[in-house]
């Protein structure tokens, strides 16, 4: 909590604050002539006048009218009266200087006109001594302004943490401010402990908490822009934890224009971290198929949803339904595609609603004459439906069981579910329900009569760059200045672009034949370790380690949360299949019967009814093979081979 000082204003402060500028430059005029005369004065008084040369007192009757006039005349010519207190810098102490030069130099022409003559020390005392009395002046009655402003107004006091040249020039700017006093120093070099500098002494770092009680410390002023912005964020974050309030001074390269005032990650792609080329499948000849069809994205909202809607544009289907419960995650996608799809033609329908509701969704499909649906709503964060197990089977099984089966009531022509790989022998809740959700389609599409709706399903390993991935969390975390956390040296995971995935939704769409599963060849697995040093790499920065103790960003390893596995999988028997698209597999594997599908379904409802977590984590146990196991992870991950 700020402590800054605010104190009713003083009666001095009030007749300060009332002043005209037209009033302050007559009291600068005024007290500029009273300066000339009061060094004419002490320069005669002191200096030891030649014989024959007139008293003092005749001098200055001869010379003050003279000297004062031309002094007003000048003194406005350069402008000195019309400077405020704060402005007296270098330009108008130099101001100040020509004026006295001036000035003497008429006195000496004076003297010369009524046939006198002095020594060149005279001439030079009085131009040395108006000088003087105009700095001091302006430096005094500064300071006493400064003073009576502070003692009633808001005055915030200033710790400033870093001691070198940009910390001095902060100190000396802040001198001359009404609302800031700079109480000391903190800088990490040992060399400067201890001094006084430009004033301030200079004190440790640790001292931090203890000085800012003592002296009622407002604000902490960074003032080290050569430390990187990690380092500066490490400092930034143990000082807010004291309860101080820090702002952090930008480096003179951004304040002079010449490098962005902008978070330098900005620039991070989340193709960089593939580590393979990114699949660019040619759109056009997979989405025939959508074109003049009235197509409906459930989660259109999300980040899969949304980039399936951008694609889906280019094929021109005849409508397009973004069929969403996010209240403003579908306004985002409906603002964003709205332009772009009055351009193609396309009619754009957003629908505010959940896939759990049967009535709303049987009635959206017989309204909107839905030709092809595209499954992409689900809870996918794995720490979140671990946590809400019942949630997470309500949405992703049920909800997707129950949009299938209305699918293929309103005699609709395709249905793709999105599922993951976590999907594959899953150790926690999240992979279970899309397990089971790939079940529940299976199911159904094994049923199907021929001629009847085709249901498919595409599996995805991480997709980078979306909600809740790495990427963001990582860029995140390198803005904060640290520490990129991991969950173990050895976790690996696959990924793919956000843009591959949809691809790979819209090539499996136009290739589905009915219970499969699809599957893009994304390369090797990527150590998630080796991500973390790339994105830090990547953002222009060293990992701090045990070699690099130096470095700006440490990588931390957490341990895997519960439900998380070492390495994921793709499919469970290596039954993989080519397809048109060399880089798109198809998968079919075993299912359940159609009797076990029935009581795992009426099971989970029972269970989401009652509110039964146990009965159903005892089911998923019990269903799903891998959930909850602790088997030993496999030594390497299957990879699909080309």
């Known amino acids: 909590m700020s402590r800054t000082k605010i104190n009713e204003p003083s009666r001095l402060e009030s007749i300060l604050r009332s002043l005209t500028r037209r009033q302050k430059y007559a009291f600068f005029l005024t007290l500029d002539l009273i300066l000339v005369v009061t060094a ?3 320069t005669l008084t002191v200096s030891n006048l030649p014989y024959g040369f007139p008293p003092a007192g005749v001098a200055l009757l001869v010379a003050v009218p003279s000297l004062t006039a031309l002094a007003g005349g000048l003194s406005v010519g350069l402008g000195l009266p019309g400077l405020a207190l704060a402005e007296f810098d270098g330009s108008a102490t130099l101001r100040s200087a020509i004026l006295a030069m001036m000035l003497a130099f008429a006195a000496f022409l004076l003297t010369v006109a009524v046939g006198q003559s002095l020594p060149f020390a005279v001439y030079a005392g009085f131009a040395i001594t108006l000088f003087l009395l105009m700095f001091l002046s302006r430096v005094v009655l500064l300071q006493l302004v400064l003073a009576i402003y502070r003692r009633g107004g808001r005055v915030t006091r200033v710790l400033i943490y870093g001691a070198g040249s940009t910390g001095t020039q902060l100190v000396r700017a802040f001198r001359s401010h009404k609302g800031i006093d700079p109480v000391a120093f903190v800088d990490d070099n040992p060399s400067m402990q201890g001094l006084t500098i430009a004033g301030l002494p200079v004190h440790r770092p640790t001292r931090v908490a203890e000085i800012a009680a003592q002296k009622r410390i407002d604000r902490v002023l960074l003032a080290v822009p050569s430390l990187s912005p990690p380092k500066q964020a490490r400092i930034a974050r143990k000082l807010q934890e004291m309860g101080l309030e820090v702002q952090t001074l930008p480096s003179f390269s951004q304040l002079i224009g010449t490098e962005a005032l902008i978070d330098r990650l900005e620039t991070m792609k989340p193709k960089m971290f593939l580590g393979r080329d990114e699949v660019e499948a040619p759109l056009m000849d997979g989405l025939d198929i959508y074109r003049g069809k009235s197509v409906l994205v459930s989660g259109a909202g999300g980040s899969i949803g949304a980039e399936l809607c951008r694609q889906l544009l280019e094929g021109r289907p005849r409508r397009l339904v973004l069929f969403e419960m996010s209240e403003i995650a579908l306004f985002n996608v409906g603002r964003e595609l709205r332009h772009t799809a009055a351009e193609f033609g396309v009619e754009l329908v957003p629908v505010l609603g959940s896939v759990t509701d049967a009535g709303q969704v049987r009635q959206v499909i017989d309204r909107e004459e839905v030709e092809i649906i595209l499954h992409a709503a689900a809870y996918k964060h794995v720490a979140l439906v671990q946590a809400n197990p019942l ?14 089966a209305a ?3 309103a005699g609709i022509e395709r249905f793709i579910l999105i599922s993951t790989d976590k999907a594959v022998r899953p150790r926690g809740v999240m992979g279970a329900t899309k397990r089971l959700a790939e079940l529940a389609v299976q199911d159904l599409a094994a049923r199907v009569p021929d001629g009847g709706t085709i249901l498919s399903m595409v599996r995805f390993g991480n997709v980078l760059g979306s909600s809740g991935s790495v990427v963001p969390i990582f860029h995140d975390q390198i803005r904060r200045g640290g520490p990129v956390t991991v969950t173990h040296p050895h976790v690996t995971r ?8 949809a691809r790979l939704v819209l090539r499996a769409g136009s290739m589905a034949e009915g219970g499969e599963v699809f599957l893009l060849d994304m390369g090797e697995p990527v150590r998630i370790v080796d ?12 990992v ?14 957490i341990g895997l949360s519960e439900g998380e596995k070492l390495h994921e999988e793709l499919f469970f028997d290596g039954s993989e299949r080519p397809t048109a698209h060399r880089k798109i597999f198809r998968v079919r594997e075993d299912g359940l019967s159609e009797f076990e599908m029935a009581d795992i379904l009426r099971t989970l409802r029972r269970a989401v009814a009652d509110g039964d977590a146990d009965l159903a984590l005892d089911l998923l146990s019990r269903r799903v093979a891998g959930f909850g196991q602790d088997r030993a992870e496999p030594a390497a991950p299957p990879v699909i081979q080309v």
């Open 40 to 42: 004419l004065v002490l």
């Open 391 to 404: 949630v997470g089977l309500s949405n992703n099984v049920l909800g997707t069981h129950m949009l299938a």
């Open 407 to 409: 699918a293929i009531e």
């Open 494 to 501: 696959y990924f793919m672009t956000i843009e591959e995935a």
């Open 531 to 542: 991500l973390a040093t790339h994105a830090i790499e990547a953002a222009g920065y060293s």
């Open 544 to 557: 701090q380690s045990e070699e690099n103790p130096q470095g700006d960003i440490a990588i931390e390893y």
